[in-house]
């Protein structure tokens, strides 16, 4: 069974009705992301961090997952497939896809604020229960979303480059590459690996590296990269 390895951005959930962040009515065109999204804007505001992150989980539960979150679910009736995804929602998982790496964290899963990546620490919280000030995780420090802010590591990437590594296909839906480490993963794209991109942008790191390209939404193309499948 050939292993089809997916990397997703904000674009494939935008359709869901998700806020992207860099694109031109993105969230950080409305927000301070040094503020509202880095340890240093935690350490110095943890209210207002936590309040920003509260209404974003709220938020989430008023989407469900679009028609391209459903077909990558779906082909894992013909395909070992791992998706890697750079969004913090829960959209892949609710359509029932069952290797999903977050790389950026995770809304419905909380931690603690001084060791936020220690597994003791992490749970799932529901996503209609916003986090309070005050509220402790095990290790006895303020509980804080499960997401890596700006100026801290992704635990996760060398995990994703072994995945990357592996992949007989290679597929990017949705994200500008603009943000590393995740574009770094295309430098671990196997030479003979088969290369697709569904994004209505130009990428110019994709078209040096001969990715075909279904430049459209994630929704219309992904129906295309089916078919595409089924050639290789």
């Known amino acids: 069974m050939k292993h089809l390895v997916i990397l997703t951005g ?3 959930s935008a359709e869901s ?3 992207t962040f860099r694109d031109k009515n993105g969230l950080w065109q409305n927000y301070d992301a040094k503020e509202l999204a880095s340890l240093s804007g935690y350490r110095n505001n943890r209210a207002k961090v936590l309040e920003f992150y509260n209404a974003r989980r709220k938020n989430l539960l008023t989407v469900q997952p679009n028609h391209a979150h459903q077909v990558l679910a779906e082909l894992e009736k013909g395909y070992k497939v791992t998706i890697i995804t750079q969004n913090v929602d829960d959209l892949h998982e609710r359509a029932g896809s069952t290797s999903v790496l977050h790389l950026h964290g995770e809304l419905r899963k909380v931690t603690g604020s001084m060791n936020p990546n220690d597994p003791k620490c992490i ?3 529901p996503l209609g229960e916003p ?4 509220e402790k995780a095990t290790d006895g420090s303020q509980l804080r979303p499960f997401i890596v802010l700006f100026g801290e590591p992704v635990p996760n990437i060398q995990v994703a480059k072994g995945i990357v590594k592996q992949a007989d296909i290679f597929v990017i839906i949705g994200t500008s590459l603009n943000v590393y480490p995740a574009a ?3 430098q671990y794209v196997p030479r003979a690996a088969a290369r697709f991109l569904i994004d209505p942008g130009e990428i110019n790191a994709c078209d040096a590296l001969d990715y075909h390209h279904i430049k459209t939404t994630a929704v219309e193309g992904i129906d295309i990269l089916k078919e595409k499948l089924l050639d290789l």
Request: no cysteine.
């Open 10 to 12: 904000a674009g494939i």
């Open 17 to 19: 009705g998700l806020s």
């Open 123 to 125: 749970k799932e919280k």
């Open 131 to 134: 986090i309070t000030i005050g």
């Open 184 to 186: 770094g993963l295309l």
